[in-house]
């Protein structure tokens, strides 16, 4: 048996300290190369555990608003190539084309626009007026830009898959990233899921942040979601068709947000997950934290 549990790690918008993996069996942690995502990386013989045990993460994190200040006006495109860095975030993903559907979509949604600043807030716009946030039937959680294009409902990852895809068909470099959510205006609870946004890269400004799906349920905040973030989430990784460290035997990761598991080889669905959070008070002796 093979187990990946994915950490967070600190960045410019969090930071994460007093991490503690509470395991009966031993671990290591790795980064894969890719992307540099973190993991715990667990590896042992099953017929020994005498009873199934629990492996328990906990960690303080305090999370800070990331918010870009955008150009104003129209500048002319920047005739500068992309660091390498950058620039390997103009290419497909497995279930995030460039070609076909999306990218004639793209070009037809940013027609006569030469800024990219521009094109990246015509197709933001255009996925919030298009999508519908819902759950129903099949298809949706997967991240595939197609479904979305079609279907025109889903979560957070098939908002984000659609612009990243039109984004990047658009010559715009474009990223996912996924953690986990803080419920606004609770102090502790439950967390029943995912949640994960995205970023654009534009000359001379950097990466820039955007949150579709947030932005589509709360409708006052549409401005806000494109350029900022608020600080209610925690990110535990970024990327797509993932392959972990040291490498799975299965094929790569759609994304990686929940743990990862393998039995003599092949992927292991049977393993309880369950998410929590509560605020650190001054009083708790920590700063204010989740």
Known sequence: MRIWVPLPDTGVHQQI????????????????????NLSAYFDFNPRRARAPFDIKLTFRARRYEYKVALPLGDPAPSP??????????????????INGVIAGLSREQTAGISDPLAKA??????VISTMHYDHAGT???????????????????DFHSLFIGMVRASGIPARFEIGFPLPLNQRKGKI???HCWAE???QGTGWVPVDASEAWQMPARHNYFFGALDQSRVRFSRGRDLVLNPP???????????????????PFAHIGREFSFRDL??????SPAK
């Open 139 to 157: 298809g949706w959680g997967r991240g595939d830009a197609i479904f979305a294009c079609t279907a025109r409902h889903g979560n957070c990852t």
């Open 80 to 97: 500068r190539p992309f660091p390498p860095n950058v620039a390997r975030f103009l290419l497909p993903d497995h279930l995030v084309p």
């Open 248 to 266: 799975q035997a299965g094929v790569p990761l759609n994304y990686f947000v929940y743990p990862y598991a393998e039995l003599d080889g092949k």
């Open 200 to 202: 654009f890269y534009i």
């Open 281 to 286: 008070t001054p009083e708790s002796g920590s």
């Open 121 to 126: 807030r015509k197709l933001y716009d255009y």
């Open 192 to 194: 029943s899921g995912y």
């Open 17 to 36: 300290t007093g991490l503690h993996i509470a395991s009966p069996i031993p671990y290591r942690i790795a980064r894969e190369s890719r992307y540099r």
